[in-house]
Nanobody, 113 residues
Framework: QVQLVESGGGLVQAGGSLGLSCTASRNIFSAMAWYRQAPGKQRELVAR???????NYADSVKGRFTVSRDNRKNTVYLQMNSLKPEDTAVYYC?????????WGQGTQVTVSL
């Protein structure tokens, strides 16, 4: 069992920045990722980072979002800059452990005009 706890969501104006963090209850020796789900839409991958630090991003966030991790703290981060209203969603942390997906409870990010 793995628990993932996210924090850092909130309300921000367009063009602003927010940082999210997700702490796991144990060491994660695999990739971790951030997903988001907007109302009426499917959950989508935002950013992913491997254990070694290799990253990939959704095209819609490239150049604006940065994913990072601190393996000593079992924590993954998502720094979001130049936020747009279309970034409004619930953001979820994800980790795969022993072939099973684990999800955080989600944190709301709302970007206003």
């Amino acid at each position: 069992q793995v628990q993932l706890v996210e924090s850092g969501g909130g309300l921000v104006q367009a063009g602003g920045s927010l940082g999210l963090s997700c702490t796991a209850s144990r060491n994660i020796f695999s990739a971790m990722a951030w997903y988001r789900q907007a109302p009426g839409k499917q959950r989508e991958l935002v950013a992913r980072i491997t254990l070694g630090g290799n990253t990939n991003y959704a095209d819609s966030v490239k150049g604006r979002f940065t994913v990072s991790r601190d393996n000593r703290k079992n924590t993954v981060y998502l720094q979001m800059n130049s936020l747009k209203p279309e970034d409004t969603a619930v953001y979820y942390c994800n980790a795969q452990v022993s072939g099973l997906p684990y999800w955080g409870q989600g944190t709301q990010v709302t970007v206003s005009l």
